[in-house]
Antibody, heavy 122, light 106 residues
Framework: EVQLVESGGGLVQPGGSLRLSCVAS????????MSWVRQAPGKGLEWVSV????????TYRDSVEGRFTMSRDNSKSTTYLQLNSLRAEDTAIYYC???????????????WGQGTLVTVAS | DVHLTQSPSFLSASVGERVTITCRAS??????LAWYQQKPEKAPKLLIY???ILQSGVPSRFSGSGSGTEFTLTISSLQPEDFATYYC?????????FGGGTKVEV
């Protein structure tokens, strides 16, 4: 089955850290760029970061640059998002998403996970 | 950053109606635009890719058009399962950006 399954969300205090994981199945993982997209409660969608397929080069939105680190392990068909120095405004559902076309980035997203909720509060 | 402005933000419609949603980009993005549908508590679903390419499995009542800075999503005959929030997204430049969303309700 073609799917993405996220894990690792939870409640964390401001300044804390979390590591999100996204396990892919049903497609040739290393061919596609993978992104994280978040959605604050009741709000719209916000792209967070992308990592390219073969070389694993990450790109981030400005507001998370230096605090978040995205990586991938193609041998495990898994992408990760390390969240450090978390702020209240990082509270959101975090989705991982697969690029539409192989070896293309930036791209749109044709496969999304179910999301994992990150809550930053004291 | 490329700012995407969707209009309207809310749309009240009936089953069978033709619905059009507009997405305007703050700068030219060629045809690097996608449309998504999101239902409550669910992940977004890709409907249209590269402004006008219907994603596999998406009903043909959905269509997209436009290039440059102005794009439209049209639902030719609204069905009960189409009541949802719709987002546009540009993938020409980083950071990737989404429109603010259009909620289609009864």
């Amino acid at each position: 089955e073609v799917q993405l399954v996220e894990s690792g969300g939870g409640l964390v205090q401001p300044g804390g850290s979390l590591r999100l994981s996204c396990v892919a199945s049903g497609f040739t993982f290393n061919n596609y760029a993978m992104s994280w997209v978040r959605q604050a409660p009741g709000k719209g969608l916000e792209w967070v970061s992308v990592v390219t397929g073969r070389h694993g080069t990450p790109t981030y939105r400005d507001s998370v640059e230096g605090r978040f680190t995205m990586s991938r392990d193609n041998s495990k068909s898994t992408t990760y998002l390390q969240l450090n120095s978390l702020r209240a405004e990082d509270t959101a559902i975090y989705y991982c998403a697969k690029g539409v076309e192989a070896a293309i980035a930036p791209d749109a997203f044709d496969l999304w996970g179910q999301g994992t909720l990150v809550t930053v509060a004291s | 950053d490329v700012h995407l402005t969707q209009s309207p933000s809310f749309l009240s419609a009936s089953v069978g109606e033709r619905v059009t949603i507009t997405c305007r980009a703050s700068q030219g993005i060629s045809s690097f635009l996608a449309w998504y549908q999101q239902k409550p508590e669910k992940a977004p679903k890709l409907l249209i890719y590269s402004a006008s390419i219907l994603q596999s499995g998406v009903p043909s009542r959905f269509s997209g058009s436009g290039s440059g800075t102005e794009f439209t999503l049209t639902i030719s005959s609204l069905q009960p399962e189409d009541f949802a929030t719709y987002y546009c997204q540009q993938f020409n430049f980083y950071p990737l950006t989404f429109g603010g969303g259009t909620k289609v309700e009864v």
